[in-house]
């Protein structure tokens, strides 16, 4: 894909670069509304809800990539504690949780006001970053809730790297 810079004072929607990364990428996807863009990912563990909401009064564009398991409320305060840790892991994004459905959601934006503009490759590298993330840190999230693990063993988990081959 070749890099398009979006930038203009003119009124411009920056999900259609993102839906040009997310056809790029054969994801299947829906624009359900003019600020909204919601593709569906497969990751390395499960599967990701992915979605670009753009906010043109504000010029806020938020990407949001959700893990498919939601968790049961008895168990959010740990979730909550997990949080924290993986939250100082993180040097771009942050993860929340929805106290309605227990679901948890990667979450960045970005601010593109006054013309500002963004890039294809920005956004690849942002859909990247929002799934890696995700990756490394989804198995904290099932050790907590079916491995019985405490949040500091769970993040350990997740921060392990291997280093060779067996």
């Not at 839906?19 to 829906?30: G, N, P, T």
């Not at 919601?38 to 499960?46: F, K, S, T």
């Not at 960045?108 to 993330?133: K, M, Y």
Request: proline share 3%; net charge negative; hydrophobic share 45%.
């Amino acid at each position: 894909m070749t890099s398009t810079m979006v930038k203009t004072d003119e009124a411009y929607n920056p999900l259609d670069l993102a839906e040009m990364v997310i056809m790029d990428r054969d994801w299947v996807f829906d624009r359900p509304a003019d600020g909204e863009l919601i593709a569906e990912v497969n990751g390395a563990l499960c599967n990701y809800r992915v979605w670009f909401n753009w906010q043109e009064d504000s010029g806020g564009l938020t990407l949001c990539c959700s893990l498919e398991s939601k968790f049961p409320k008895q168990i959010l305060s740990k979730i909550h504690s997990l949080l924290a840790l993986v939250n100082e892991k993180l040097w771009l994004g942050h993860f929340d949780i929805c106290s309605e459905d227990g679901s948890v959601t990667f979450r960045h934006s970005l601010l593109l006001r006054e013309g500002a503009g963004t890039t294809a490759e920005h956004l690849q590298e942002l859909l990247d970053l929002a799934i890696s993330e995700s990756d490394r840190f989804y198995p904290a999230f099932q050790s907590v809730v079916w491995g019985g693990k405490t949040p500091a063993e769970a993040i350990e988990i997740a921060l392990f790297e291997t280093i060779a081959e067996a």
